[in-house]
């Protein structure tokens, strides 16, 4: 299998949203009759998503898929997490694909397409539908504490699973990605990942992830410490980093983000997981995050410092801490009603209607007649 994944190409290839349609977007909200800024933020989302589509007018958001990398890691087994490390992720599969999941009540009220993407659950193939599985590069990873999470080959693999998968949806026309993860553990690994790459130590990006109490805390900044040691040296060759302290879907995310930023698909984020590959991304290709919005803080102290480094701001205070696509999901109404609010029809004048002629209003004397 080729390992080789050209990187440099992204960088060459990921351009700068529209400044043209953004100014042009600016200019339309002057237009308005109405105070200045009186739509607050959302006349930013507004021009946002007109650089982003390259039109101005902006077009309504119609076709936003919810998009969900599952997989599971094998630094689950020393309990970091409150959910159960074996069977925990293929249980939150099913939730999705059967409807009940929060975020697939979410999607359906909201109008957005689900898809799962099984980059790498520990599962047998038969358990989900085959559309869920076509893309699995492997059952599980390693122990990132001790061992790499994959090998070099399957994070190549992985990757261009990602990159893949973002053709695909920019040829089926999708307009917006409301991004998210399933996978027991994946809060330490994306710790590992955030505090490597901002240069910090494991208890300045120890979050509670699934309600932890001290004592799990503690097992958990222990496994990021003993991660991070591992992640150092390889931090200038992000594939070698995804591939020792990442895993599979972290390594498919990244791709996917950078190849979107490359089709010009926006993409929201939806937590700590979604933000480390982001900052993966970024060392890539530093334009990447101008085609992407954070949706919402979790209270994981990584995600705050991955924002920061990404200078991007979430979307809303919801303090949805659970992951798997909800802050993303929640962050759609906003996005729908800032193209929406900037939608041509809005500014078509009005159609000339025939005045109404007055009824004349009775005299005196008639109001006297009849009394």
Known sequence: ????????????????PDDAARRAAEQRWQELEQPRGGLGRLEELGNWLASVQGASPVRPVTAPKVLLFAGDHGIAELGVSRLPATGGTARRVHAVLDGTAPVARLARRYGAGVRVVDVAVDAPLEEFPEDVTAHRVRRGSGRIDRMDAISREEAAAAF???TALADEE????TDLVLLGDLGVGST??????????????AAAVCGRGSGID???????????????????PVL??????????????????TGFLLQAAVRRLPVVLDGVVSAACALVAQRVAFRAPEWWRAAVLTGEPALAKAYDRLTLTPLHEQDTRMGEGVGSALALPLLQAASDTLAEELFEPALPSTPRRPRPLPTAAELLGKL
Not at 237 to 253: M, N, P
């Open 188 to 201: 330490t690994v994306a710790a590992v990942l955030i505090g490597a790459l901002c240069g910090t130590d």
């Open 236 to 253: 200038g060759d992000q594939l070698a980093l995804l591939s020792a302290t990442g895993g599979a879907d972290f390594a498919a995310i």
């Open 160 to 162: 261009a699973v990602g």
């Open 214 to 232: 001290d004592q799990v805390w503690m097992v958990k900044c222990a496994a990021i410490r003993d991660s991070l040691r591992r992640a150092r």
């Open 170 to 173: 920019a040829e089926l026309g």
């Open 1 to 16: 299998m080729d390992t080789t994944v050209d990187l440099d190409m992204f960088a060459a290839q990921v351009e700068r």
